[in-house]
């Protein structure tokens, strides 16, 4: 029924945007991503790639001589320096649509400058250095590993970067390698390029038109590793972003640690575009967060449907809004008048034939709604909450309230009408943002750029930016390559993740453990102490299982290096004791490294004891567990693990301890 409703009549049947919501979740196939198949990731086309960016260690920045790695509190500061971003025209006579949104913002950017971390460079007032080539020289070796084709000639290129989080406006960038492969379980995923570049300044807030920079990260050298979208699940993402991670880890001169490393996800489904969610720290988001986009796109391709569905011309599509006081006009929503009361505007809007659509599935617990909400935040700059409709998920205008402002907006029964308030300044922008946002639901996913959030759903951060982003440095200098300097570059090269995951099946090691000795790159300890006749598969459990766990319970000591194990081994190998007592001085010398390995054992009320002194006292224990055991019916192999147990402490170091079990198995069958 298409007509204006009158003052206070309802709708011919009551809107449920709740049951609304979790119908089309249905109705669009959506799938929990613990239940989702590969078939259901075929059905919607998931498709996805990754930029991997990790830092190298080195001293010094990339493009000036500022030391690299030192951070400072937030609150640690020396000078603040303010910018705005304006939008000029291109060689092309064009402007950046990202250029413009960013514009729109009215974001007033401020830095905050530690002396000791940052120089001119960084604020564009000094010409880049150049480059670093201890950074240059890590950056290749990785792209030799990536088994990547190297460049011939290193050119530094500017990249667009318009949210402020580079004080020039722009990242000096090269690309170092191009058209590689990493090997996973089941398939290869290509990779496209390798690149060099700085790192970009560490975000402290962003609220309303305020954001708030700080600079010590700015400019630390940085690799960009980015796939082709091969990857069909979003299992097969993470296990693409491990493999990077670890074969960047491996060469042992890549920093570690929060903000070190970081992915940006490229997710699209069969219809739909690449959107990009940037800034990943942890890889285990990653599957959530690549399952909740792709059903996002999904669910914006089945909006589309529905609103073309409804409206014939498009291209003619306009919201209708009016400035209401809600204490006048008489309107029961709470918060709508808590904002009057403290200045805000307050706009009333219809959206022409929007019913059902604001309360249309996009994410878990999300809806159409926060596509708008998230855009009035960054756009407009209003902070949440910024939105209401009576379709809203949390707090939705009641009946009455539709009724009340139905008549002047004149919306009938297939509209909807939303609420929005902030500051005077703001609501311009405010409704051109809705307005914008609505017109992209009749073409389907807009291409973007969206933040995660640890429960796997994503916000709107930035229009995606355009292919034209890059463009010469005219400030710095071709690089040539020169074939001898990469063949040596070549001898340096570590051994292929692939390759490292089948030498750990070699040695047996529990396949539980392959993660964490890949990220914390213990695989090389394991080949020394291999060296030392510690058995391949005793050293990966031990570091695998035990190292793992002490890290888990115990504070580090700042000068504890994985050497100190291998220091460790070798003394014991030097004293001929077992290495099963390594467990035992594992979390002394965590929190101790520098205590002398004898005094360890000492404080382990270590003694030695030959294989005779322990089996000494056997057949006495063997005598009192006949008294104590419980049940007559008691097994050897009960008699024989309780004999084992009461000689295990002194034991370890000693002996091997299959061997003292064999032992005492012979006494126990006499």
Same mark, same amino acid.
């Given at each position: 029924?298409?007509?204006?409703?009158?003052?206070?009549?309802?709708?011919?049947?009551?809107?449920?945007?709740?049951?609304?919501?979790?119908?089309?979740?249905?109705?669009?196939?959506?799938?929990?991503?613990?239940?989702?198949?590969?078939?259901?990731?075929?059905?919607?086309?998931?498709?996805?790639?990754?930029?991997?960016?990790?830092?190298?260690?080195?001293?010094?920045?990339?493009?000036?001589?500022?030391?690299?790695?030192?951070?400072?509190?937030?609150?640690?500061?020396?000078?603040?320096?303010?910018?705005?971003?304006?939008?000029?025209?291109?060689?092309?006579?064009?402007?950046?649509?990202?250029?413009?949104?960013?514009?729109?913002?009215?974001?007033?950017?401020?830095?905050?400058?530690?002396?000791?971390?940052?120089?001119?460079?960084?604020?564009?007032?000094?010409?880049?250095?150049?480059?670093?080539?201890?950074?240059?020289?890590?950056?290749?070796?990785?792209?030799?590993?990536?088994?990547?084709?190297?460049?011939?000639?290193?050119?530094?290129?500017?990249?667009?970067?318009?949210?402020?989080?580079?004080?020039?406006?722009?990242?000096?960038?090269?690309?170092?390698?191009?058209?590689?492969?990493?090997?996973?379980?089941?398939?290869?995923?290509?990779?496209?390029?390798?690149?060099?570049?700085?790192?970009?300044?560490?975000?402290?807030?962003?609220?309303?038109?305020?954001?708030?920079?700080?600079?010590?990260?700015?400019?630390?050298?940085?690799?960009?590793?980015?796939?082709?979208?091969?990857?069909?699940?979003?299992?097969?993402?993470?296990?693409?972003?491990?493999?990077?991670?670890?074969?960047?880890?491996?060469?042992?001169?890549?920093?570690?640690?929060?903000?070190?490393?970081?992915?940006?996800?490229?997710?699209?489904?069969?219809?739909?575009?690449?959107?990009?969610?940037?800034?990943?720290?942890?890889?285990?988001?990653?599957?959530?967060?690549?399952?909740?986009?792709?059903?996002?796109?999904?669910?914006?391709?089945?909006?589309?449907?529905?609103?073309?569905?409804?409206?014939?011309?498009?291209?003619?599509?306009?919201?209708?809004?009016?400035?209401?006081?809600?204490?006048?006009?008489?309107?029961?929503?709470?918060?709508?008048?808590?904002?009057?009361?403290?200045?805000?505007?307050?706009?009333?809007?219809?959206?022409?034939?929007?019913?059902?659509?604001?309360?249309?599935?996009?994410?878990?617990?999300?809806?159409?709604?926060?596509?708008?909400?998230?855009?009035?935040?960054?756009?407009?700059?209003?902070?949440?909450?910024?939105?209401?409709?009576?379709?809203?998920?949390?707090?939705?205008?009641?009946?009455?309230?539709?009724?009340?402002?139905?008549?002047?907006?004149?919306?009938?029964?297939?509209?909807?009408?939303?609420?929005?308030?902030?500051?005077?300044?703001?609501?311009?922008?405010?409704?051109?943002?809705?307005?914008?946002?609505?017109?992209?639901?009749?073409?389907?996913?807009?291409?973007?750029?969206?933040?995660?959030?640890?429960?796997?759903?994503?916000?709107?951060?930035?229009?995606?930016?355009?292919?034209?982003?890059?463009?010469?440095?005219?400030?710095?200098?071709?690089?040539?390559?020169?074939?001898?300097?990469?063949?040596?570059?070549?001898?340096?090269?570590?051994?292929?993740?692939?390759?490292?995951?089948?030498?750990?099946?070699?040695?047996?090691?529990?396949?539980?453990?392959?993660? *964490? #000795? %890949?990220? /914390?790159?213990?695989?090389?300890?394991?080949?020394?102490?291999?060296?030392?006749? =510690?058995?391949?598969?005793? &050293?990966?459990?031990?570091?695998?299982?035990?190292?793992?766990?002490?890290?888990?319970?115990?504070?580090?000591?700042?000068?504890?290096?994985?050497?100190?194990?291998?220091?460790?081994?070798?003394?014991?190998?030097?004293?001929?004791?077992?290495?099963?007592?390594?467990?035992?001085?594992?979390?002394?010398?965590?929190?101790?490294?520098?205590?002398?390995?004898?005094?360890?054992?000492?404080?382990?009320?270590?003694?030695?004891?030959?294989?005779?002194?322990?089996?000494?006292?056997?057949? *006495? #224990? %063997?005598? /009192?567990?006949?008294?104590?055991?419980?049940?007559?019916?008691?097994?050897?192999? =009960?008699?024989?693990?309780? &004999?084992?147990?009461?000689?295990?402490?002194?034991?370890?170091?000693?002996?091997?301890?299959?061997?003292?079990?064999?032992?005492?198995?012979?006494?126990?069958?006499?």
């Amino acid at each position: 029924m298409n007509r204006q409703m009158k003052k206070g009549s309802t709708p011919t049947k009551k809107f449920d945007p709740h049951k609304n919501y979790q119908t089309t979740m249905k109705s669009i196939g959506y799938v929990v991503r613990k239940k989702a198949t590969v078939e259901d990731y075929q059905r919607i086309g998931f498709k996805s790639g990754l930029e991997v960016h990790q830092q190298l260690k080195t001293k010094k920045k990339l493009f000036c001589r500022c030391p690299a790695g030192i951070f400072h509190d937030s609150n640690d500061y020396h000078a603040e320096l303010i910018r705005h971003m304006r939008p000029t025209l291109s060689e092309m006579g064009e402007y950046d649509g990202t250029a413009l949104m960013e514009f729109k913002t009215r974001k007033e950017i401020t830095y905050r400058i530690h002396n000791q971390t940052t120089c001119t460079y960084e604020i564009d007032d000094t010409p880049p250095f150049p480059v670093n080539r201890e950074a240059l020289e890590i950056a290749l070796e990785i792209s030799l590993l990536s088994k990547l084709n190297i460049v011939g000639e290193v050119h530094i290129t500017r990249k667009q970067y318009l949210d402020g989080s580079i004080p020039t406006g722009f990242q000096r960038t090269a690309i170092l390698g191009v058209e590689g492969a990493i090997q996973l379980k089941n398939k290869k995923v290509g990779l496209i390029q390798l690149s060099i570049e700085e790192d970009s300044c560490r975000e402290i807030s962003d609220i309303g038109h305020q954001r708030i920079y700080k600079t010590d990260r700015l400019g630390m050298p940085l690799i960009e590793t980015v796939t082709h979208p091969h990857c069909l699940t979003p299992d097969e993402l993470r296990e693409a972003g491990e493999y990077i991670r670890f074969l960047n880890r491996s060469t042992g001169k890549v920093r570690t640690g929060m903000g070190a490393a970081r992915q940006d996800t490229n997710v699209s489904c069969e219809g739909g575009t690449r959107v990009e969610i940037k800034g990943v720290s942890h890889l285990k988001w990653i599957p959530e967060l690549s399952h909740n986009e792709c059903f996002r796109q999904w669910a914006l391709l089945n909006i589309r449907k529905l609103l073309l569905d409804k409206v014939k011309t498009p291209a003619n599509w306009k919201l209708r809004h009016i400035e209401v006081d809600p204490r006048d006009i008489g309107l029961e929503y709470q918060s709508a008048i808590n904002y009057a009361d403290v200045g805000y505007k307050v706009y009333a809007i219809c959206l022409p034939e929007f019913k059902g659509i604001l309360s249309h599935f996009t994410q878990p617990g999300k809806s159409f709604t926060n596509e708008l909400s998230d855009r009035l935040k960054v756009i407009a700059g209003i902070e949440k909450p910024n939105i209401t409709s009576t379709e809203d998920l949390v707090a939705p205008l009641n009946a009455k309230d539709f009724n009340t402002l139905s008549i002047p907006l004149k919306a009938t029964e297939d509209d909807a009408i939303i609420l929005i308030w902030g500051p005077a300044d703001d609501m311009k922008t405010a409704l051109e943002t809705i307005q914008e946002r609505c017109m992209m639901a009749f073409e389907g996913v807009p291409r973007e750029t969206r933040r995660p959030l640890e429960d796997g759903t994503t916000l709107f951060e930035r229009v995606l930016p355009g292919a034209d982003r890059m463009y010469p440095d005219t400030d710095s200098a071709p690089i040539p390559l020169e074939e001898s300097y990469i063949d040596m570059l070549k001898t340096r090269i570590q051994m292929d993740i692939a390759d490292r995951y089948k030498q750990m099946k070699d040695w047996k090691i529990p396949s539980d453990t392959y993660t *964490y #000795l %890949l990220k /914390k790159n213990l695989v090389p300890v394991i080949e020394q102490l291999v060296k030392l006749g =510690v058995s391949g598969r005793f &050293a990966g459990t031990f570091l695998g299982h035990q190292l793992k766990f002490v890290e888990g319970k115990i504070e580090k000591h700042n000068d504890f290096t994985y050497n100190r194990i291998i220091e460790m081994f070798e003394f014991l190998n030097k004293q001929k004791l077992q290495p099963s007592i390594a467990k035992m001085m594992l979390p002394i010398i965590y929190q101790h490294p520098n205590m002398d390995f004898n005094s360890v054992l000492t404080s382990l009320n270590f003694k030695r004891r030959t294989k005779d002194d322990l089996l000494a006292p056997v057949d *006495y #224990l %063997l005598e /009192k567990f006949r008294e104590i055991r419980v049940s007559k019916s008691s097994s050897p192999d =009960v008699a024989l693990n309780w &004999a084992m147990g009461q000689l295990n402490r002194q034991a370890l170091g000693n002996v091997d301890l299959k061997d003292l079990k064999k032992s005492i198995e012979k006494k126990l069958v006499k």
